[in-house]
């Protein structure tokens, strides 16, 4: 493919950035120098080039964090590399959040503004900001540091909550929380200050003080009858001699033992249906996987939590990274997989961290790799970091994200499991999920069956955020009710009273005061007309501003949508634009006239839209409005 | 003979005189399903709307195009599956064995009304053929959503940011409406008269031209076709063969000859004939569909069904004709 770039040469440290991911270029064909004689009788094209498609993610991310934006420069040379047509590149650069296409000052304060934090003062913090450093994007303290609004940073048990990005010969990404604007001025001014010196490396946390962190996040962590997070706080997550001690890999141990299609039917037999909110039954995933005759097989594990108010997998990671690393071996046994792909939001530094220590420490102990435990399995896994989109976490706008290009979902059918990542056939499966996979395995689906209900088996987390006393991932078993849930948190915050739950995030479904006693599990969510979707449960007490937070999930999904579908594209912005008329009380015509078209909008965008994001972008705002908490001035539609 | 001789007196088969015709596809099994309740046997493979075209059933289509690969992102061809939680796109959905279609009922009438109000009321429609038609026959409302608020000054559009934008009051509806890019030539790009339908895209990549000189760029509502930093058309690696005119539905994209003159007043359908010819430029023999009015031609078009191009052109082809004017004048 002829290339037609046209900007003057990238800058040394845009090649530079590049070229740490890529390699030094071989010849002017690839945009480096000159190299005679080999450049007279050299071209780069087919499926060789082709085939790198894939690394234009990791190496925007790579120019945006030397840099602090992507200049055209930058991309024209990144396309040379990688053979991909500049524009093609530009639009994959201008679909995500965190790459900017435009000059951008290096340091960059990320304030969350979604519906979480603003429980927590988030709007007070931008106001603060806007005082303190002027509007949003404007380059602040001297020209070099800005701040800019973002959707939820999976915090919110903290809020509010900051991600602070710093371009430079040595990047960081450093999450606080919580913080007010005073903090988020003083952290830019640090991180002005001590930009390109190498941070000293963090002393070792003595064990009370690591528990006690934990604790803000995981208020159960070190308790009795815990699945899921009972190594949270009590393992250090970067030891595997430690995950050793704690009955680490005896599911992979067991799962060789038992061979792929035992695997399978243990899984099967479990009843473990997947907790990324769609609650597909993971054993007939994964045995559909293993049954395709097309190769390879692929296993992803979508860990890009990004649902406002979600943030049990980002502990997981953080607490318990080699359970994921185990889970995920198991997968591929049991699929016919040799690479796995874990696909991370770009906004959880210390996950990725975590995860990609107990990867190189797996690998270097034969845990993943060639021949593991002289089984004979090969597997291995690759982290692929998002760059700042919700869609993404849909799944085959996953697969489109790792393989280079803008997220944007595809039609179903073909379904993952026959087309899934580079075309062939495809296990994705969220982390919590995954997580309960190595004792299922080790003890059996039966075992696990006999926990919880009948039609949802296991136990399963919750994000608590908001107004209750204590937020934090819980862990309870299917069934529990929500009051129940809330009454572990230490119930709502000051002992004020409960105006509605957000069960499930901007995707899921408001419940009133009324649903305390509504059972917690698909089965009972289902047939009250709600979800469990993600497991964030966020909790608006009497004096929460309902009808804000309303405009701000209909501003989150008209951010979020990919603008692939029209009805999502348009129909995301007509219904904020509704509700602000409705939230103003300028409605055209009569209120009643309004909320019969916000009705009509929400039929359409759920029946007509591509993927999961359209088809609920209007469910909480429905079910708000359906349940009588919010009067937006007319009858329910 | 034994078989070594016969190997040495060898004698290949006569080269062909005709043009080697494609072995002949293997034939298809039949699937049956039905449409409206009415039992049908397609070809396997085929999509619901080949289906419901072979059976006589019309079906909307936006961003469909026959040469093109389906994107199915218009969703106006939407039909009802029995089974199936949400419309399906008629377009790219392949029918299955005892499939259940209707193309017509009140849930498939809802979501062709919303999307084309929904596109009415952020998108100028005038100039696409067959909208008018389709927004009566839903009873679309557009101006459900309130009146339109103002355009886009230029490049505003094209400096959005992903992921954040300023909250609306609500007291007009937002379109996409910008002013008319014209940095060449041979084409315009008006960019308040597009759908998204990807049909330049796909025309400008692998469907037809390996150009890709553009793409979908920014995402959500301020998703817009840009070529690499919204560089202009020269500076970029436009080709001009102008097959992203010919795929256009809705005039976004449209000759300098007929923008120029539709500004002036002069441009009139009415007036205009068709003439079907060669191209006489090479080899290849693209049939042009010359449009002629008062006796000049004004724009070039390709039939889709032409086996030879599919309605595809060249830069020549398309705007190579001025010369057809130009007479001696000594």
Not at chain 2, 14 to 19: E, F, L, S
Not at chain 2, 224 to 248: H, K
Request: with cysteine.
């Amino acid at each position: 493919m002829d290339l037609v770039t046209l900007a003057p040469r990238a800058s040394a440290e845009e090649r530079a950035a590049v070229d740490g991911v890529l390699g030094t270029a071989t010849s002017r064909w690839e945009g480096g120098d000159r190299m005679v004689p080999t450049d007279d009788r050299f071209a780069l094209g087919g499926h060789a080039a082709r085939e790198r498609r894939h690394l234009l993610l990791p190496v925007l991310h790579a120019i945006q964090a030397r840099v602090g934006w992507i200049s055209q420069a930058a991309l024209e040379y990144a396309c040379r590399r990688l053979t991909i047509p500049p524009a093609e590149a530009h639009g994959v650069a201008a679909f995500y959040q965190m790459f900017s296409t435009t000059p951008r000052p290096p340091v960059v304060a990320h304030v969350c503004e979604d519906v979480a934090c603003r429980l927590k003062g988030a709007g007070q913090v931008h106001a603060d900001l806007e005082r303190m450093l002027g509007p949003a994007g404007a380059p602040a303290l001297g020209g070099d540091a800005t701040w800019l609004p973002t959707p939820c940073l999976g915090r919110c048990e903290r809020g509010p909550t900051a991600l602070f990005t710093v371009a430079g010969l040595v990047p960081e990404t450093i999450a606080a929380a919580p913080v007010d604007a005073a903090a988020i001025v003083d952290q830019l001014a640090r991180s002005l200050a001590g930009r390109e010196l190498v941070p000293p490396p963090l002393p070792p946390e003595p064990d009370e003080e690591r528990l006690a962190n934990v604790r803000r996040s995981i208020p159960q962590a070190g308790g009795p009858g815990l699945r899921l997070l009972r190594r949270a706080g009590v393992t250090n997550p970067r030891s595997l001699d430690d995950y050793l001690a704690s009955d680490g890999y005896r599911g992979l141990r067991r799962a060789l033992e038992l061979g792929a299609a035992g695997v399978i039917a243990e899984v099967t037999d479990s009843g473990l249906l997947g907790r990324g909110g769609a609650a597909f039954p993971t054993g007939r995933k994964w045995a559909a996987v293993a049954a395709q005759p097309a190769r390879p097989h692929y296993v992803v594990c979508n860990a890009d939590e990004s649902e406002p108010g979600t943030f049990k997998d980002r502990v997981l990671m953080e607490e318990d990274p080699f359970a994921i690393v185990e889970a995920m071996t198991i997968e591929g046994f049991a699929t016919g997989a040799a690479r796995g792909f874990l696909y991370l939001r770009a906004e959880y530094a210390l996950s990725a961290a975590r995860m990609a220590h107990a990867i190189a420490v797996a690998r270097g102990a034969g845990y993943l790799g060639d021949d593991i435990l002289g089984s004979g399995l090969s597997f291995d896994i690759e982290i692929r970091r998002g760059a700042g989109a919700y869609v993404c976490g849909e799944e085959t706008a996953l697969f489109e994200s790792i393989e280079g290009r803008r997220g944007e979902p595809r039609n179903k059918p073909p379904f993952p499991v026959e087309v899934g990542l580079f075309g062939k056939p495809t296990a994705v499966n969220n982390i919590e999920t995954l997580v309960n996979v190595p004792a299922i395995v080790a003890d059996g689906g039966a075992a696990f069956a006999a926990i919880g209900t009948p039609g949802s088996a296991g136990s399963k987390l919750f994000c608590l955020s908001g107004h209750v006393e204590r937020p934090g991932v819980y862990e309870v078993e299917f069934g529990a009710p929500l009051g129940e849930l809330l009454a572990l948190a230490g119930g709502v915050a000051g002992g004020r009273g409960l105006r509605a739950v957000l069960l499930g995030g901007a995707a899921g479904v408001f419940v009133g005061p009324d649903a305390l006693d509504l059972p917690l599990t698909f089965e009972g969510t289902r047939a009250a007309g709600a979800t469990l979707g993600s497991g964030a449960v966020i909790v608006f007490d009497e004096s929460a501003d309902l009808v804000g937070a309303l405009l701000r999930i209909a501003a989150f999904f008209r951010d979020e949508s990919c603008g692939q579908c029209v009805p999502c594209r348009i129909g995301t912005v007509r219904q904020e634009e509704l509700l602000a008329r409705l939230a103003a009380g300028r409605p055209r015509r009569s209120a009643a006239d309004e909320l019969a078209l916000l009705a009509d909008l929400g039929q359409g965008m759920r029946d007509a839209s591509i993927c999961g994001l359209g088809q609920t972008a209007s469910s909480a705002v429905e079910s708000a409005i359906r349940a009588g908490l919010v009067d937006l001035g007319g009858r329910r539609p | 003979m034994s078989t070594e001789i016969e190997r040495i007196f060898y004698e290949p088969p006569a080269r062909p005189t005709r043009i080697p015709e494609a072995p002949p596809a293997e034939p298809q099994p039949a699937v049956e399903l039905t449409l409206d309740g009415r039992a049908v046997t397609v070809p396997a493979g085929s999509t619901i709307l080949d289906a419901c075209r072979a059976a006589g059933i019309e079906i909307p289509t936006l961003c469909f195009l026959e040469s093109l690969t389906p994107v199915n992102v218009c969703r106006v061809c939407v039909v009802e599956v029995t089974g199936s939680r949400v419309l399906v796109p008629s377009c790219s959905r392949r029918v299955e064995p005892g499939m259940e279609v209707l193309t017509a009922s009140e849930r498939v009438r809802h979501g062709r009304r919303i999307v084309l109000e929904l596109l009415a009321s952020a998108v100028d429609l005038s100039l696409a053929p067959g909208v008018a038609e389709m927004l009566d026959a839903y009873g679309a409302d557009p101006l459900r959503f309130g009146p339109s608020a103002p355009a886009a000054a230029a490049g505003e559009r094209e400096a959005r940011h992903p992921g954040h934008h300023e909250p609306p009051d609500g007291a007009a509806a937002e379109i996409v409406a910008l002013p008319v890019k014209v940095d060449n030539d041979l084409y315009v790009r008006d960019y308040s008269r597009c759908i998204l339908c990807y049909r330049c895209v796909e025309a400008c990549g692998t469907d037809a031209q390996n150009t890709f000189a553009i793409a979908v760029a920014g995402r959500g509502f301020d998703a817009r076709i840009s070529t690499e930093y919204d560089a202009p058309l020269p500076s970029s690696a436009c080709v001009y063969c102008g097959n992203c005119i010919g795929v256009c539905p809705t005039g976004a994209l449209m000759f300098r000859s007929e923008f120029e003159m539709r500004a002036a007043g002069t441009w009139n359908e009415a007036r205009q004939v068709t003439t079907d010819t060669i191209c006489p430029y090479c080899g290849v023999g693209c049939t042009l569909t010359l449009h002629v009015q008062d006796g000049a031609v004004v724009t070039v078009t390709s039939p889709m069904g032409s086996a030879v191009g599919e309605g595809h052109l060249c830069i020549k082809g398309r705007f190579g004709f001025p010369f057809v004017q130009e007479r001696p004048t000594g």
